[in-house]
């Protein structure tokens, strides 16, 4: 019996304030019709002093269980792809897993920049059609504008921040991930690079890299994903056992609408046939995908039974394709909007509990051990002989 891994809950969140091309030519020498022309993008949303790339993980993964109607104290795996994690301890993934108190639940972060949402992607559908589990929250989160040059044209110009999110339940039905590819070439590592931890040299990429801030060779970049897009799609689609011609549907990474248009036309694939919202948002990174599904999803862009195809790239480098059979949620008889309200409310105040229980647990441990530890210590202090022996 062969398991497959469906999309049954999809989730977005993007930061109210929006940033335009205007606001940007203010403080860099650039201009809207520049980077319009050039990128396609018009705005940008840009996270505000409440928004990290934990907070809008969270948002959005919350958007997709309640989009699945699941509970989140049954989640069995939390996978968030991103390359501006709050720390570099813990996993985003981790902190995502106690704020919607998925007390079950494996968690880690996965890297792989822009194409990380398709990776996480893949291993989590991997993961339960083996059997392994039965349902992933799968994340992609960036808060790019914390890791931006302000001052150089050439970047910021081009990203925003976004979280969007799948959650995927194991069922035998034919459908949902059908094939993948996944794929890095690390000797174009020096092209795409972000902060380091400390020490930013690694030899074969050469010791000036920008320290704190993403640094890109934009014509480089573009030059390998007007390549590698259309490549890693073929593939995926050769392994899915479907056709170019069979494509209903197709999100790319959404990076710079040139490259988008170069994909599609590699493709044979007519631009009714692709979804873009870069104007919109900018380059999200791992949200890229994820946030287009969602609004490809809500604008009706999907019918049951439709081949959807996911493509990203990004720094590493890295490239990642997916093939998706979309098969709509099976209808069910629904409670009363009310009572569906109600309930979900009462399971996430569930699960949120179940989580500061861990917490206070925590707390207490802490408290208990330090204050058995200073009792210790004044036991000893009082202690005659080992006084006598310090002495
Ligand atoms: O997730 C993956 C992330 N990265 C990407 O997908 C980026 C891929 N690369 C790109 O999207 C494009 O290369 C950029 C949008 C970054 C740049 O566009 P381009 O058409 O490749 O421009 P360019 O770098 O070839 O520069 C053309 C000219 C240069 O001036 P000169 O040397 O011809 O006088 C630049 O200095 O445009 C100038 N320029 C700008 N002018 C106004 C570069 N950035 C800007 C700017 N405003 N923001």
Excluded at 115 to 120: E, I
Excluded at 174 to 189: I, P, V
Excluded at 237 to 257: E, S
Excluded at 308 to 322: K, Q
Aim: charged share 25%; with cysteine.
């Amino acid at each position: 019996m062969r398991l497959y891994a469906h999309i049954r809950g999809w989730g977005k969140y993007v930061p109210p304030q929006v940033m335009t091309n205007d606001d940007i030519a203010r403080f860099v020498d650039t201009n809207a019709e520049w980077i319009f022309s050039r990128t396609g993008i018009a705005e940008r949303r840009i996270a505000g002093k409440d928004d990290t790339t934990t907070t809008m993980a969270y948002k959005a993964g919350l958007a997709a269980l309640s989009a699945a109607d699941a509970d989140p104290a049954k989640v069995e795996l939390i996978i968030v792809a991103t390359m501006t994690p709050d720390r570099v301890m813990p996993s985003t993934a981790s902190l995502v897993q106690s704020l919607i108190g998925a007390e079950k639940a494996a968690a880690f972060d996965l890297g792989a920049a822009c194409s990380g949402f398709v990776y996480a992607y893949s291993v989590a559908s991997q993961l339960i059609a083996s059997g392994a589990y039965r349902n992933a929250l799968v994340i992609g989160s960036d808060a790019m504008s914390h890791i931006l040059d302000w001052n150089d044209r050439g970047t910021c110009i081009l990203f925003g921040d976004a979280a969007g999110a799948f959650y995927l339940e194991a069922d035998e039905q034919e459908g949902g991930m059908l094939a993948f590819e996944l794929g890095s070439d690390g000797s174009g590592g020096n092209l795409l690079t972000g902060p380091t931890v400390g020490n930013s040299y690694v030899p074969s990429c050469g010791p000036d890299l920008k320290y704190n801030a993403l640094d890109m060779n934009g014509r480089a970049v573009f030059r390998f994903a007007t390549r590698i897009m259309g490549h890693a799609a073929e593939e995926a689609l050769q392994k899915a056992g479907l056709t170019k011609d069979q494509v209903d549907l197709f999100i790319p990474h959404q990076a710079n609408i040139r490259i988008i248009e170069s994909a599609a036309k590699q493709l044979g694939l007519s631009m009714d046939k692709v979804y873009v919202n870069i104007h919109r948002y900018g380059n999200t990174s791992a949200a890229s995908i994820p946030v287009a599904f969602c609004e490809a999803v809500e604008e009706g862009r999907l019918k049951d039974g439709d081949n959807v195809v996911v493509v990203g790239f990004g720094g590493g480098l890295t490239w990642a394709a997916a093939v998706m059979k979309w098969v709509a949620v099976p209808e069910e008889p629904q409670d009363p909007y009310s009572a569906r309200v109600a309930r979900r409310w009462v399971r996430y105040q569930r699960a949120r509990l179940g989580s500061l229980k861990h917490r206070v647990e925590h707390i207490m441990d802490d408290w208990l051990e330090t204050g058995s530890r200073i009792v210790e210590k004044q036991a000893k202090r009082r202690d005659p002989k080992e006084r006598s022996e310090k002495e």
